[in-house]
């Protein structure tokens, strides 16, 4: 599958940006997609996962309540809506693939379980 990730930007502190990722290739409800993001000079970091179904989702501590994860598997597209965003929110923002190879498979935050990986788009967050 390939993933391209869109909607990046620059925002001030308290404002929102949405950002998207288009999936091609194989079936989109085959895996579950995760966004992870990268500040530079830190490591890639869980940020939100949903399930193939849309039915779980899950999400770091530090965006609980103020992103929102979600997708349409009839647009073969996984979304990210950012809300009070902070100043450590800026990163470049990943989108990520997990084949589903259980039904009964829990959504993961471990970056080595996600095979495919978007280009990355970058977010920044101004005080």
């Known amino acids: 599958v390939q993933l391209q990730a869109s909607g990046g930007g620059l925002a001030q502190a308290g404002g929102s940006l949405g950002l998207s990722c288009a999936a091609s290739?194989?079936?989109?409800?085959?895996?579950?997609m995760g966004w992870f993001r990268q500040a530079p000079g830190k490591e890639r970091e869980f940020v939100a996962a949903?399930?193939?179904?849309?039915?779980?989702?899950d999400y770091a501590d530090s965006v609980k309540g103020r992103f929102t994860i979600s997708r349409d598997n009839a647009k073969n597209t996984v979304y990210l809506q950012m809300n009070s965003l902070k100043p450590e929110d800026t990163a470049v923002y990943f989108c990520?693939?997990?084949?589903?190879?259980?039904?009964?498979?829990?959504?993961?935050?471990?970056?080595?379980?996600?095979?495919?990986w978007g280009q990355g788009t970058l977010v920044t967050v101004s005080s």
């Open positions: 990520a693939a997990r084949p589903r190879r259980s039904i009964v498979q829990p959504i993961s935050r471990a970056v080595g379980l996600y095979d495919y």
């Open positions: 290739g194989r079936t989109f409800s085959s895996y579950d």
């Open positions: 949903v399930s193939w179904s849309g039915g779980s989702t």
